[in-house]
């Protein structure tokens, strides 16, 4: 029986279930705290012709995503989220009884996408809050198909230190396909793992990437992929037509160009990191040390207690359990203010937790 996705509470069903107008914060499905670039927002709105279908080829935006880090058009899949190409990366390479690896915890589609094939999960847990490299290479069988790596990983944020990378990349076999799912790249500092540059010279490399975290595109659903043209070109075949909207590539391509919302946002991370790790080290709260836009809190409570006392004080996170990372929240960075609110609720919590 396959598990459904379980995805974080909305706004709306805090309301419903709590009633009341006050203020509800939402720090719990990683978005863009400072909304979406304007640009964006501007190039959606302006698409008029609704009637058409859109442009499936969309060569000429291909072309810019992947001259960014040195590639072709050929080296790109755009999908209706990254979430699409996960779940087409799964469709295209993995048959029933084949095997696919990935981290626990870490993002739950992996594991989803791999159950809708009948193929296994080889489940690798984290060694120290980290993706563990080593012990992932070890369970690489003759039946392994897929390999997932989230870099930084969801839900804990840490990263992997790019020496181990290397040599990973270099000692996995060449018949597997390595997936390596960057949604949160854009948030880690630039000496972090940055797994386009093996789109050349590995084949059978995927890497993720996604408009809906730093370019604050989540609704309109825009993900991209770059691998060698051949592993594109059987993606593509798989792919269903029209994946993307009309409307979405309007934004994506408007916000591909927009560097200062883009710098404002690392910029607005980087001040909530500061604001919140030592406001959260004076609580005796620790978390993994974290590259993306979020961060796994540990909480002396069980998880779900935690998440339930933060929903009734109007802030949503998600529960560790969840992500299968029990008695951990995840939490996104807010904005400053969100962050205090978030930081207060804490304080107010605290001490009960640990009574
Ligand atoms: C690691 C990771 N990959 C992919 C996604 C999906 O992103 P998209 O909105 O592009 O489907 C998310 C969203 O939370 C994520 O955390």
């Known amino acids: 029986m396959l598990d459904a996705y379980q995805r974080a ?62 590639l072709a058009a050929e080296n790109v899949v755009f999908g ?25 915890p870490s993002f739950a589609l992996y594991r989803l996408a791999i159950a809708v094939r009948d193929a296994r999960a080889v489940e690798i847990p984290l060694s120290d809050g980290v993706t563990d490299l080593e012990a992932m290479l070890e369970a690489v069988s003759p039946r392994t198909k897929l390999v997932f790596v989230c870099e930084p990983n969801n839900p804990t944020g840490t990263a992997v230190d790019p020496l181990a990378w290397s040599a990973f990349v270099e000692r ?3 018949d597997v396909v390595l997936v390596v799912d960057q949604a949160y790249r854009e948030y880690a500092p630039p000496e972090s793992v940055d797994a386009t540059v093996h789109v050349g010279s590995r084949p059978r490399t995927l890497v993720l990437r996604t408009m809906s975290k730093i370019y604050g595109l989540a609704a309109v659903r825009f993900g991209y992929g770059f691998a060698d043209p051949e592993t594109i070109a059987v993606m593509e075949r798989v792919r269903l037509p029209f994946n993307v909207s009309a409307p979405a590539l309007a934004a994506a391509a408007a916000a591909l160009d927009d560097d200062d919302f883009v710098r404002r946002s690392i910029e607005n991370n980087a001040a909530g990191k500061a604001q919140l790790f030592p406001a959260l080290a004076a609580l005796a709260l620790d978390s993994y040390p974290t590259q993306a836009n979020f961060y796994a809190l540990a909480v002396p409570t ?4 935690a998440y339930e006392d933060l929903l009734r004080e109007g802030i949503i996170v998600r529960s560790g359990d969840a992500l299968r990372m029990p008695e951990r929240l995840r939490i996104t960075i807010g904005t400053n203010d969100e962050n205090a609110l978030l930081l ?12």
């Open 9 to 70: 509470t909305s706004i709306e069903e805090v309301r419903l279930r709590y009633g009341g107008s006050g203020r509800i914060i939402k720090l719990a499905s990683n978005e863009n705290p400072l909304g979406t670039s304007p640009k964006a927002l501007a190039a959606a709105r302006a698409v008029e012709s609704l009637h058409l279908y859109g442009d499936d080829a969309c060569l000429g935006l291909k072309e810019r995503f992947a001259t960014r880090c040195g």
């Open 80 to 104: 209706h989220g990254s979430n699409e190409i996960v779940k087409l990366v799964a469709e295209t390479f993995l048959h029933a009884g084949d095997e696919a690896v990935v981290a626990v």
């Open 172 to 174: 996995l076999p060449a």
């Open 302 to 305: 069980s998880a779900t207690r």
């Open 344 to 355: 207060c609720a804490l304080e107010r919590l605290v001490d009960a937790w640990r009574a």
